[in-house]
C-alpha cells in the first residue's frame, strides 16, 4: 500500500493527558482542517498515566485530513532537572558548573526511561548521550 501524501508534520509540547481544544493544540490543528477531537481523545488516553509530565507529541496530518502521531516522553533536559531538583542548566556550562552532580544510579534511571524513546535499547549508548545533555547544561557527570 503506497504511503498517503503528508501535509505536515508538527511537534507540540503537551501536557499528558490533558489536551483540549485550547491553544496551542486548537489553533495549531484548526489550520490544517483536522478534526481535532481525533486527536485529543486519543492522546489524552495514550498519557493518562504520564500525568504531570510535559510530553512531546510528533504529529502526521495527510493531505485526506487524516492524522497519526507518536508521543514522545519528556525531553531529557526536563528529567535531569526533575531528577536533580533544579530550575535551570548553568548558562555558561563550561566555566560556571550547577553545585549538583548526576550519579551514575541517576544517569541510568533517566537512560532507562529514555531509551524507549530512540532507536535502540542499547542503554550504555543512552547513557552516553544523557551524560553529554547533562555537561551541555554545566552538570558534572560522575562515572
Request: no cysteine.
Amino acid at each position: 500500500m503506497a504511503e498517503k501524501p503528508i501535509r505536515a508534520n508538527l511537534k507540540m509540547k503537551i501536557p499528558a493527558g490533558r489536551a483540549s481544544a485550547a491553544p496551542p493544540v486548537g489553533s495549531t490543528l484548526g489550520q490544517y482542517g483536522v478534526n481535532m477531537m481525533d486527536f485529543i481523545n486519543p492522546f489524552n488516553d495514550a498519557t493518562k498515566d504520564m500525568q504531570g509530565a510535559t510530553v512531546t507529541a510528533h504529529i502526521t496530518i495527510y493531505t485526506d485530513k487524516t492524522m497519526k502521531f507518536r508521543v514522545v516522553g519528556m525531553p531529557t533536559d526536563d528529567r535531569i532537572r526533575a531528577e536533580l531538583g533544579i530550575q535551570k542548566g548553568s548558562g555558561k556550562p563550561n566555566s560556571e558548573k550547577i553545585a549538583k552532580k548526576l550519579t551514575d544510579a541517576q544517569l541510568t534511571k533517566i537512560a532507562t526511561e529514555k531509551a524507549h524513546d530512540m532507536n535502540t535499547d542499547d542503554v550504555a549508548a543512552v547513557k552516553k548521550m544523557v551524560a553529554g545533555t547533562a555537561r551541555s547544561m554545566g552538570v558534572e557527570v560522575e562515572a
